[in-house]
């Protein structure tokens, strides 16, 4: 046994985070660690880690008890982590920051910039990877910071890995090369933990899996004896109904019009989005879905081209105006642009219309105090109250944040970019329910998400895009091919022709 | 969890006031309470400004020297025979223009607040210097020492002044729009610009308010010492952002409070006058203010660590 963990616990400010977690990795075995949000599987890899102390329980490495203080402890061991959230120096280059503290220094006590950079080559070249040694960090997309950081854990000599839900951020192919690294690292008897709580990639990648749900781990075993929904089970604690699925309406009027969209790489883009639908927007990473949304909401207003929203047209040069108009973005990166994470949960969802609160210019608190207890209750945020930090709240719950305020806003065209990114399968349900309901009291829906099952289940037509343009249009009810088939780029469409 | 934020600096100062008031029979007496009150205000003035900027995420480094510009001014337009009432527009007006530009550069041009505030320090007090060609305003009438030395129901003037500012500052912070986009922008500015809320418009009106009490705080000033100094306010920068800070302000945005302002700048206040009562050399009572600033923020950050969750 490579690592073993038996009644791991840690509290934080007296919150327990985990009370028993049981855990047990071999060598060369991809071993899934599942949970939904808040179950504490972070928590305990960050104790593996070296990033946190348990307060109690048995953690041995190799057969010998070990605790770390520090993560270079850890590291020391062989133990590497490969972030969820990116923890890169962004300033630095990918050379840098795969020997970011372990710089081979010369005698005279500088860094060898040179050697350095000739060393991460030869460690990305040696996985097949495609990494500029050069480039700094901070200018690359999310699949390469991974990268960096899995260079980082192979140059360290590590014989664990843990994976912090590595694809959450990635693309179809993406993710695929993640699968293969995965792989590769087992075949040369690493060990990897992956914490996930994506079902759909599980079986592709993991041989044996152990579920933590509220702190504690509940299951553990290989993942050939499980069904999907005896795992769902097991996260969620109870039998989840049944898998969503909208029924069809049918559509009102035009409440959003796009006509010769041009703005950057986004070419001639024209489409309609009718009351009571929820249209798809399908795609490849960086193939301009986020960028539309830009567009849309104000964020990058078109070079060329109209928008029409409900029925006037007002092409919004700023948030403020698309605001005004009834457009609402839930954006891919909610702590970033969607929260106020310090504030409380009730300013964070009056934020966008405090004239609905306020008396001569005065706020009423305590109707902003109902509103968000109304708004609260109707998306199921689960909190203490109101009045707690949008910070404190699980992934799934700070979204049910982001869409409350815009609902309370009362928007009526909204665009849903990457809405279940990072959320756990009960909240990702709650999600697709509020989308509907609004779908249902007539506003309109423009979901992009890089889930094509995610799509086929929710959106009642899905566009698809590639390089910047609409490549097509296809019903609800249609087939993942269908969709790879408009947002792959042709066969024949080599690198010769692009050049 | 507000409250807990204000405990620690109130708490602190109790202590301090009970200790003084123990320590030496000079402290608890209705002359020296008043002076402190008088010399206070100046600066808790000031920090009220400071407390909404800070709030913001942002900093004002130019407020002693808009205080000093303002103080001129005002005095200025005494000596050109202008009734006190409008020496005392002249002299707020004059800290507003000077926030606003500060709030412009900081908004249109897309400076950090930090630099745009550094180059106005000097600039305005190199202003102030060329205008007065670096003399004091002297010659002001007996009646314009109301402001800083008058007192009203036995009360110092200065203190119903700042009360007055306190009371509205704290309903601007806690119940109007402009305080609560200030801690949306200090808390997250991107999630507050994709919110709809018009930044630029709100972080100018946040200087241009920091400017106009410190033009406020300038004329108080002028009044005490009954002159119009070039030269007035240096270094009130640093006391202004110390009384945030002690009260709980963050430097990252997002926290403040007018309350804990008034404590941390009355902490302060009560450190310098306990150590001129109690004899001790002035230059230590820098070293023990210093301290108190690093302690005062250190213990607030144990405090948050102590309550974060995973």
């Keep these: 046994m490579l690592l073993s963990l038996s009644h791991i616990q840690k509290n934080f400010g007296g919150v327990a985070a985990l009370r028993d977690g049981n855990l047990e990795v071999q060598e060369g075995e991809v071993h899934l660690l599942m949970g939904e949000n808040g179950a504490g599987k972070s928590t305990m890899m960050k104790i593996v880690a070296g990033l946190h102390q348990r307060d109690g329980g048995e953690m041995l490495w190799r057969g010998q008890p070990v605790s770390f203080s520090y993560p270079s402890e850890a590291a020391a061991n062989g133990i590497a982590m490969v972030h969820q959230e990116s923890l890169l120096a962004g300033h630095l280059t990918v050379a840098e920051n795969i020997f970011l503290g372990r710089e081979s220094v010369s005698k005279t006590a500088w860094v060898n910039r040179g050697a350095l950079t000739e060393k991460a080559r030869a460690v990305i070249s040696e996985n097949g990877f495609r990494l500029d040694p050069t480039m700094r960090v901070d200018r690359l997309t999310p699949a390469g910071k991974q990268l960096v950081e899995i260079c980082r854990a192979i140059a360290q000599g590590s014989s664990l890995l843990i994976f912090d839900e590595p694809t959450s951020s990635l693309s179809e192919a993406e993710t695929r090369e993640v699968f293969r690294i995965v792989r590769e690292l087992c075949q040369r008897k690493l060990a990897v933990i992956y914490i996930t709580h994506r079902l759909e990639e599980l079986r592709s990648i993991g041989d044996r899996v152990t579920v933590l749900r509220d702190g504690a781990t509940v299951h553990s075993g290989p993942l050939k004896d499980l069904s999907r929904e005896q795992l769902i089970q097991h996260m969620v604690g109870r039998p989840i109904s049944s898998i969503y699925r909208r029924e069809f309406l049918p559509p009102g009027d035009v409440l959003l019009r796009v006509k010769n969209i041009y703005r950057g790489f986004l070419r001639d883009i024209s489409f309609e989005l009718h009351a009571g639908e929820i249209v798809g927007l399908g795609g490849l990473m960086g193939a301009g879905r986020t960028e539309l949304c830009r567009v849309l909401f104000g964020l990058d207003p078109p070079e060329s081209g109209t928008v029409e929203i409900c029925g006037k047209q007002v092409t919004p040069r700023n948030p403020r105006e698309a605001v005004a108009s009834g457009v609402a973005l839930i954006p891919e990166d909610r702590q970033h642009n969607g929260l106020a994470l310090k504030l409380p949960i009730a300013t964070n969802i009056t934020m966008p219309d405090l004239d609905r609160v306020s008396k001569f210019g005065f706020l009423k608190k305590r109707d902003e105090l109902t509103l968000a207890e109304t708004y609260r209750d109707r998306l199921r945020i689960r909190c203490s109250g109101p009045s707690q930090l949008a910070g404190r709240l699980s992934g799934g719950n700070q979204q049910k944040i982001v869409i409350a305020k815009w609902v309370a806003r009362g928007a009526r065209v909204f665009l849903f970019d990457e809405p279940t990114r990072g959320i756990d399968i009960g909240a990702k349900q709650e999600v697709f329910e509020e989308m509907d309901r609004l779908a249902r009291s007539g506003a309109a829906i423009l979901m992009v998400s890089s889930e094509l099952p995610e799509l086929l289940q929710v959106a009642d037509r899905i566009l698809v895009m590639r390089e910047g343009q609409l490549t097509g249009e296809l019903p609800g009810r249609t087939t993942q091919e269908e969709i790879m088939r408009l947002a792959a780029p042709p066969e024949n469409h080599s690198m010769i022709e692009n050049a | ?310």
């Design chain 2, 1 to 310: 969890m507000r409250r807990l934020q204000q405990f620690l600096p109130f708490a602190t100062l109790i202590i301090l006031f009970i200790a003084l008031t123990i320590a030496t029979p000079h402290f608890l007496t209705v002359i020296n309470l008043s002076s402190v009150a008088r010399q206070t205000a100046v600066i808790n003035i000031m920090a009220l400004g400071m407390t909404l900027v800070i709030v913001t995420g942002g900093i004002d480094l130019s407020v002693g020297s808009i205080l000093g510009i303002s103080g001129l001014f005002g005095c200025m337009s005494i000596q050109a025979g202008q009734p006190i009432p409008i020496a005392l527009c002249v002299g707020i007006g004059s800290g507003l223009l000077c926030g606003l530009l500060n709030g412009l550069m900081i908004t249109r041009l897309n400076i950090n607040p930090f630099i745009v505030t550094l180059g106005t320090l000097e600039a305005y007090r190199g202003l102030a210097l060329v205008v007065s060609k670096g003399l004091p305003v002297h010659g002001l009438p007996d009646a314009f020492s109301y402001l800083g030395d008058g007192n009203l129901l036995g009360i110092p003037f200065s203190l119903w002044i700042l009360a007055a500012c306190a009371i509205v500052m704290h309903l601007v912070l806690e119940n109007t729009k402009l305080g609560r986009y200030s801690f949306a922008i200090g808390s997250n500015v991107s999630a507050a610009y994709y919110a709809g809320v018009p930044i630029k418009f709100h972080l100018t009106a946040v200087y241009a308010i920091a400017g106009m009490l410190t033009g406020l705080a300038g004329m108080i000033e002028a009044s005490r010492l009954m002159t119009g100094q070039p030269t007035a306010g240096q270094g009130y920068e640093l006391q202004a952002i110390a009384a945030v800070v002690i009260g709980g302000g963050s430097l990252t945005g997002g926290e403040g409070s007018v309350v804990g302002t008034l404590i941390g700048a009355f902490i302060i206040g009560l450190l310098s006058n306990g150590s001129d009562l109690l004899g001790i050399n002035p230059y230590w009572q820098q070293v023990v203010i210093g301290g108190v600033i690093i302690a005062a923020v250190g213990l607030d950050e144990l405090r948050k660590r102590r309550f974060a969750t995973a």
